[in-house]
């Protein structure tokens, strides 16, 4: 079993950034590729961002490219979520996710655990 917690969510004004974190325990953080995801009411759940189990291949969604940044240390079993220029839009619960099964993935099929969470929410 691996337990996932996100941390660093919270309530942010246009333009601002927030850094999310997400601890893993339970497995080999480094055999794992990672990937962060966000729901916002109403709709799927989508894809944010993803990162290879070595750090070395790292990609996002084209809504946040240029504004987002995914990382990863395998020394602290934590992946995280840099989030700059925030938007309206970019308001939703954001989830990492863990997979051993795929060096890189970026579909949620793909994942096998997940954390349960945390809120971001960006005001005006």
């Known amino acids: 079993q691996v337990q996932l917690v996100e941390s660093g969510g919270g309530l942010v004004q246009v333009g601002g950034s927030l850094r999310l974190s997400c601890a893993a325990s339970g497995r080999t953080f480094s055999s794992a590729a990672m990937g962060w995801f966000r729901q916002a009411p109403g709709k799927e759940r989508e894809f944010v961002g993803a990162?290879?189990?070595?750090?070395?291949?790292?990609g996002v969604a084209d809504s946040v490219k240029g504004r987002f940044t995914i990382s990863r240390d395998n020394a602290k079993n934590t992946l995280y979520l840099q989030m700059n220029s925030l938007t309206l839009d970019d308001t939703a619960v954001y989830y990492c996710a863990y997979t051993s099964r795929y060096a890189y993935a970026r579909g949620t099929e793909q994942y096998d655990y997940w954390g349960k969470g945390t809120q971001v929410t960006v005001s005006s």
């Open positions: 990162i290879s189990r070595s750090g070395s291949t790292t």
